[in-house]
Structure formats: C-alpha cells, structure tokens
C-alpha cells in the first residue's frame, strides 16, 4: 500500500526556519501531483501547498506566500517544504497528501502521511 | 481565494439515520470538489471526489451531488463508525480551501 512519511517537525523560534520531508514510497511518484496540508491544535485542515508531477505547476496559500517553497526530488521520492519566517500561527500538523490520479492538475488526495508537528514558540 | 461554508458545523444524529451535510463555494467550482472524514488523531479519509464519485472502499451509504456552488454529502443510514467530522474541499483554483468542518456526533 502506498506509504507517505512525514518528517522534519519540530520547536522552533518566531522568525526561524524549518524544511518538512516526505518520503514518499510503493507507488509511481513521479506520476502524481502532491500537496502539503495542515492543521493547527483543535482546527480544521487547511491547505497549505501543492506541486505538480513535474514541478511545472506549484500554488501556495495566501497565508504561507512568499515564506513556504515547495519543492519535490522524484529520483529520490520525495517531496519538500522550505518554511522561512515561521510565525506562531504556522504551529500545526503538516501532512502530505497525495493526488487521486495520475498527471493533470485538479485532484483530490488518496493517500495522506501521518503528519509531523510544528510548533513555532519562544 | 474561493470561501467554503460548510452547514451545519456540528450535528447530532443516532444510527440510522440519514444525514446530509451541505457545502456552498463562493464562486463556481464546477465538480472540483470533494469530501473527506477525519477521525480524532487519525489523518483525512478520502469519501468522495468529483462531487458524486465515490472512493474505492468507501460504503455506498456515502453519497455527494451538486455541481457549481452548491454540494451535499448525504450519509443514508448512520452507522458507529460513521461519527467523526467530515469537511468538503474545493480542487478547481489555487489556492485550494477545505470548509471549516462537520461535526458529527452521537444524539
């Protein structure tokens, strides 16, 4: 079954920076759009990045932009989030999730990893 | 950015019963849209995608229709295994937005 593992979380200051991994493992992942998803303490999910299949086509939140960059290595399944000039608000469970079906653009998510935790504080 | 406004944010409901919970976009989405159950501590669950499709493995109690602004996610027969909380999610623009959530919870 597919397998998605979330890594990279962690406490970190107001104003520092953290980079997210998932690695991404027993299906094609060069064949699938994939997407970062979180969700703060108690709060619903909110969509925060998603990249396509080939990189050509990447889309942040309003909240995150300018300060989050995905990214994805496919020889190495895997897929990034660079978050720079983490603010408090930005504590939360980050998942990857991965699109429903092969190539295009517009997709729902299958298969969602278990989330790693940031937490911004001083 | 398109809104999501799910309705109701929390419901109580026994077995059996039927349950409909409705999703309303800002702006047309055409059927870019999709439902997911979340459990506590669990991640999303995918039900349904392309407004009405139904995900494999899911029970056919699980249903969506609508297309434009206008969704529903209509559960026809409440089993245990159904409380949780269910959001709608809009895939047809970045940037992409979830409705706020549906609590479901046992009457």
């Known amino acids: 079954e597919v397998q998605l593992v979330e890594s990279g979380g962690g406490l970190v200051q107001p104003g520092r920076s953290l980079r997210l991994s998932c690695a991404a493992s027993r299906f094609t992942f060069d064949d699938y759009a994939m997407h970062w998803v979180r969700q703060a303490p108690g709060k619903g999910l909110e969509w925060v990045s998603g990249?396509?299949?080939?990189?050509?086509?990447?889309g942040y939140a309003d909240s995150v932009k300018g300060r989050f960059t995905i990214s994805r290595d496919n020889a190495k399944n895997s897929l990034y989030l660079q978050m720079n000039s983490l603010r408090a608000e930005d504590t939360a469970l980050y998942y990857c999730a991965k699109a429903n079906m092969v190539r295009g653009a517009n997709k729902a998510f299958d298969y969602w990893g278990q989330g790693t935790l940031v937490t911004v504080s001083s | 950015a398109i809104r999501m406004t799910q309705s109701p944010s929390s419901l109580s409901a026994s077995t059996g019963d039927r349950v409909t919970i409705t999703c309303r976009a800002s702006q047309g989405i055409s059927s870019y849209l999709a439902w997911y159950q979340q459990k506590p501590g669990k991640a999303p669950k995918l039900l349904i995608y392309t407004a009405s499709t139904l995900q494999s493995g899911v029970p056919s109690r699980f249903s969506g229709s609508g297309s434009g602004t206008d969704f529903t996610l209509t559960i026809s027969c409440l089993q245990s295994e159904d409380f949780a909380t269910y959001y709608c999610q809009q895939y047809y623009s970045y940037p992409w937005t979830f409705g706020q959530g549906t609590k479901v919870e046992i009457k």
């Open positions: 990249i396509s299949w080939n990189s050509g086509s990447i």
